[in-house]
Nanobody, 125 residues
């Protein structure tokens, strides 16, 4: 019954910014860990950023560290990914993921059991 719906993707030039939004419905994820993953054509799905239940623990991949920021609004059952200084290599489908029974975040896709359908991010001039 739970659903995660991503939005905010689009086409942006290198150096630009986008903010992705993930809204959960059907249940609350306010006590659960969340994450963002991405997958480019011909590549495996990779971890981007994660956040624990209260936002006190955030993690990000080395490739996006210092450029991307994950945050959440527990009252709105929503998770965000602010992406700044975008590069062409950031082009991918971005997925929001949730852990239905755990409060901590994880860098492993296999630890998540609820996934959104993805939103396309294209960085090109």
């Amino acid at each position: 019954q739970a659903q995660l719906i991503e939005s905010g993707g689009g086409l942006v030039q290198p150096g630009g910014s986008l903010r992705l939004t993930c809204v959960a419905s059907g249940r609350s994820f306010s006590m659960n860990g969340m994450g963002w993953f991405r997958q480019a054509p011909g590549k495996e799905r990779e971890f981007v950023a994660g956040i624990n239940w209260n936002g006190g623990d955030t993690r990000s991949a080395d490739s996006v560290k210092g450029r991307f920021t994950i945050s959440r609004d527990k009252r709105k059952n929503t998770v965000y990914l602010q992406m700044d200084s975008l590069k062409p290599e950031d082009t991918a489908v971005y997925y929001c993921a949730g852990r239905s029974t755990y409060s901590g975040t994880s860098i492993y896709a296999s630890d998540y059991d609820c996934w959104g359908q993805g939103t396309q991010v294209t960085v090109s001039s």
